[in-house]
């Protein structure tokens, strides 16, 4: 599993750090919204439920998940 996400539609609404604090984190930013940074971008595969519901929850639909 690989995760990517698309900065330019991310507002920070922490969803995914709801859902996978230990893959996910919010950051401030200086000039707009919060953005989501990934800690793991490969996870292990005991994270890939919960990165699987953030993707799923996420309010703006911007993470991608890969299947390796």
């Given at each position: 599993?690989?995760?990517?996400?698309?900065l330019?539609?991310?507002?920070?609404?922490?969803?995914?750090?709801g859902?996978?604090?230990e893959?996910?984190?919010?950051?401030?930013q200086?000039d707009g919204?919060?953005?989501?940074?990934?800690?793991?971008?490969?996870?292990?595969?005991?994270?890939?439920?919960?990165?699987?519901k953030?993707?799923?929850?996420c309010p703006?639909?911007?993470i991608?998940?890969l299947?390796?």
């Open positions: 599993m690989k995760i990517k996400i698309d330019a539609l991310c507002q920070g609404h922490s969803v995914c750090l859902e996978a604090p893959v996910f984190a919010v950051i401030d200086d919204y919060p953005q989501v940074r990934v800690l793991l971008e490969n996870p292990p595969r005991e994270l890939h439920e919960k990165v699987m953030a993707a799923k929850y703006n639909n911007v991608t998940v299947e390796d």
